[in-house]
Every structure is written in C-alpha cells, then in structure tokens.
C-alpha cells in the first residue's frame, strides 16, 4: 500500500523549529532537533528545507503572520502600535530573526504587507481621504515602533519601558496631528495652506 503525504507536516516542522528558536535562537535550531520536535525524521526535513537558512526565512514569515494576526484584530489604531511592542517584548528572538537578514526576503520591497494596507485603511476611515494619502503616516508610525521595539529586544526588562512609553506617546501625538503626514493624490506631503488676505 503506497504512503500517503502527510498535509501538516510543513506546518509541524515549521511549528516545532519556532518552539525551538523561542527557548534557545540559533543555537537551539538544529534540524536534528527540529525532526525530533517535529516527530518526524532528519532527512524529511531536508526534504522540505535544503538547510538551515530555509528554515530560518520559514520561521520569519510564521512570525510576520502572528504579527499581522495580532495587531490587525485590534479595535482601535492605538491598540495597534501597543499590541505590536507587546509582541516584541513576548518574543525578542523572533522579533530580532524577522528584522534581521530575513527582513529582505519576508516584507521587503515587492514582498506582501498586509498589516501596512490594513493600517492606512483605517488612517483613512478615520481622517477622511484614500488609504495612499497615508503611507507616509504609517511610515512614520513603523519606523518609531520598530526602533522602540528593536530597543526593548535588547534592553534589560527594567529599561525597556521608557522606549515604550515614549514611542507610544509620541504615536498618539501623530494621531492627534494627522496633516502632518498626511500624503496628497501624487504621493507627496500635503503643505499647510497659506491663508491670503482678503482686500
């Protein structure tokens, strides 16, 4: 009787080597380990994963989907940005593998962005206008929540909170201040109006 495929056993490989990479990084990601966690054999692992560096892109792009998974479920935009250093703080090591090397080959350019759309949909359902009036807005939020988050990855527990408090404060000024980012139909920042004097 011929084997039948096992249709999970992607997701099992990749599931145990993220186990894996959460309790020990790179040192604890070995694919004999990861066969063993994964309750298959060594070489099936090569079979799907050539080596270490596939396995490694595979579980980067598990975790830009538990981002995504995390912070597009939540009820407000300023959920979002706290919910996104939560998650770093929750898992230094897979924050630091997705923006590390992998970054290029998960969500860089040409690469899909779902979190990034989603956001500028609700920039748009708030203040007014189209969702690419506000890719410079979300940029802004990104950059400061990943340089916040990369802090806190590396940070002692009892310093991470100040890259917390004031990235999230400074994120709900830009909310209070949308104009500021705010894009134009060509792509370019909106300028302040100058008021003309009336004759």
């Not at 066969?35 to 799907?48: F, M, N, S």
């Not at 560096?53 to 579980?59: F, N, P």
């Not at 939020?141 to 991470?160: N, Q, T």
Request: aromatic share 8%; proline share 5%; with cysteine.
């Amino acid at each position: 009787m011929p084997r039948h495929a096992d249709p999970g056993l992607d997701k099992r490989i990749v599931d145990a080597a993220l186990r894996l990479w959460h309790a020990r990084g790179d040192k604890g990601l070995t694919l004999r380990g990861v066969a063993r966690e994964a309750r298959t054999t060594t070489t099936t692992v090569y079979k799907r994963f050539r080596n270490k560096e596939e396995l490694r892109l595979a579980i980067a792009d598990r975790v830009r989907q538990r981002i995504a998974a995390v912070t597009m479920t939540a009820p407000t935009i300023e959920e979002v940005y706290r919910r996104y250093l939560r998650f770093a703080q929750s898992h230094p090591r897979e924050y630091t593998l997705l923006f590390g090397p992998a970054w290029v080959h998960v969500v860089g350019a040409g690469r899909p962005r779902p979190v990034r759309a989603w956001l500028m949909n609700q920039l748009a359902k708030r203040f007014g206008g189209v969702a690419e009036d506000y890719l410079l807005f979300f940029n802004a939020i990104f950059l400061l929540m990943h340089g916040a988050a990369s802090l806190i990855c590396v940070a002692p527990r009892s310093a991470d909170r100040e890259a917390e408090e004031n990235s999230v404060a400074m994120c709900d000024l830009l909310l209070k201040n949308p104009q500021i980012f705010r894009n134009n139909r060509n792509g370019k920042p909106q300028r302040a109006r100058k008021k003309t004097k009336k004759a």
